[in-house]
């Protein structure tokens, strides 16, 4: 069974980092797309950042410069790397994936796989 597990999420004040981790089992994440999403009360699940079977990334604007995601294929686990962190990240942040499919898409809508989710909360 392809199961993902989040964790690294927690409170931290503006400018602070965190490091988002997100365990993999049941599949091989170098032969997928991986994706972070996010959600705020209230608001949809949105792309953060994906990266696809050759490593190319892709990030939303608003976390562009700040968050990068990576993976590291023999812990079979992918990161999030938030640094600089504003107010309007505060959200649950999910791990997702395509299994098998080596390309990316920028819509929760295409992701067949999720974690549960893990929080942060950022306070000014």
């Known amino acids: 069974q392809v199961q993902l597990v989040e964790s690294g999420g927690g409170s931290v004040q503006t400018g602070g980092s965190l490091r988002l981790s997100c365990a993999a089992s049941g599949f091989s994440v170098s032969t997928s797309c991986m994706g972070w999403f996010r959600q705020a009360p209230g608001k949809g699940r949105d792309r953060v950042a994906t990266i696809n079977s050759g490593a190319y990334t892709t990030y939303a604007d608003s976390v562009k410069g700040r968050f990068t995601i990576s993976r590291d294929n023999a812990k079979h686990t992918l990161y999030l790397q938030m640094n600089n962190l504003k107010t309007e990240d505060t959200a649950i942040y999910f791990c997702?994936?395509?299994?098998?499919?080596?390309?990316?898409?920028?819509?929760?809508?295409?992701?067949?796989?999720w974690g549960q989710g893990t929080q942060v909360t950022v306070s000014s």
């Open positions: 997702a994936a395509r299994v098998a499919r080596s390309s990316c898409t920028s819509a929760s809508s295409g992701f067949a796989d």
